[in-house]
């Protein structure tokens, strides 16, 4: 069974920055696609960032220029640079394929507060 390890979230000011780190395991191979999706409060979960195993990064309107997203893919370990970060992005963070897979990790907990 596909598992996800997400971290690296905190409580970080208006501005500041953050970076995510997944690791997923229990997956034989390379996994073609992976991406972060994130949760707020009262919202359904949205993907941010997905970026294929030839190096193909898409992002969605409101974190293109802002985020990063980056993968091993021999590892299956997918990371998430976060600048410029607004209260907005405050969420929980999470890890998966794309298409996701039925099973979620934790994910992690970023706060945008002054």
């Known amino acids: 069974q596909v598992q996800f390890v997400e971290s690296g979230g905190g409580l970080v000011q208006p501005g500041g920055s953050l970076r995510l780190s997944c690791a997923a395991s229990?997956?034989?191979?390379?996994?073609?696609?992976m991406g972060w999706y994130r949760q707020a409060p009262g919202k359904q979960r949205e993907m941010v960032a997905q970026?294929?195993?030839?190096?193909?990064?898409s992002y969605t309107d409101s974190v293109r220029g802002r985020f990063t997203i980056s993968r091993d893919g021999a590892k299956n370990t997918v990371s998430l640079q976060m600048n410029s970060l607004n209260p907005e992005d405050t969420a929980v963070y999470y890890c998966?394929?794309?298409?996701?897979?039925?099973?979620w990790g934790q994910g992690t907990q970023v706060t945008v507060s002054s």
């Open positions: 970026m294929t195993s030839l190096g193909i990064r």
């Open positions: 229990g997956i034989s191979g390379t996994i073609y696609r």
């Open positions: 998966n394929t794309i298409p996701p897979a039925q099973s």
